[in-house]
């Protein structure tokens, strides 16, 4: 166990290795809104754009508290939406009405979901741009891939320097990701899908890194799901995209990574099982309890740790 500085983090990597980075962008998918009947204050946080024709979205309404169908909300004067049906677990389906691009009239009036602990005013710099990584690029997630935060330009430039290929893959986060494990037994929870694309230049990339001798180190859990699920049984890397629910957890055998850079994750959280899958538990706890120790933070903002 070593305890460094993540700008050191190459001195752990050599020449031939491919860092694979997620490189979504969270959307400002937070909408604040009145309910036209009673002018009553709305949240709406949009989830997943649902398949068909106009803008049906899974949302989360006033965080869980009950609105009825046919209620009609107005966010701005160019955007209404209506809750048209139920989701999944306490989830509301809105069909929004926007009058020009829906995405264009979001970015200007939505929000970044920030993690409650991160403390910031709505129109400060971290509320859209802040809370990104320096990969992000392809719109869609509704939480950072927080392990991508550890990284500046110019380490990125160090580390190509060295010879380190830098591979983009996109996983859209969800929520679905940080959900708590409420089973008794682990292998009874579910994941919510999640999309997923990678490109054929990435699986080439990782491909041709592996056959050379070179190492797979994945930046974060959501590049481990998208990677474990496009790897074949000889551990070959096939390009494609579509949506995945693996739900990694211990007796999963990996084949598509050599490496892991993660942060430090809460109990019960599918994210914490999958890095005691990937390195064992009482290893994980020791690295745990050493971080704690020596007053390192977590969560999204937190520190992180290289397991190879």
Known sequence: MIHTIFSHVGDFLQKGDVLVINDTR???????????????????????????????????????????????????????????????????????????????????????PLPPYIRGGEDEPLDKEGYQTIFARHEGAVAAPTAGLHFTPELVRGLEEKGVAIVPLTLHVGLGSFQPIRHEEVEEHRLEPEFYKLPPAAAEAINAARAQGGRVCAVGTTVVRALETAVDGRGGIHPGEGLTDLYVYPGYRFKAIDALITNFHLPRSTLLLLVFAFAGRDVILKAYQAAIAEGYGFYSYGDGMLIM
């Open 26 to 112: 969270v959307i400002p998918a937070r909408l604040c809104g009145h309910k036209e009947e009673t002018r009553g204050r709305v949240e709406v946080l949009l989830l997943k754009k649902l398949p068909g024709a106009g803008e049906e979205w899974e949302c989360l309404v006033n965080r869980g508290k009950r609105v009825k169908e046919g209620t009609k909300i107005r966010f701005a004067p160019d955007l209404e939406g209506e809750v048209v049906g139920n989701g999944t677990e306490g989830k509301k389906r809105i069909s929004f009405e926007a009058r020009g691009a829906f995405e264009t009239i979001i970015r200007r009036i939505g929000h970044v």
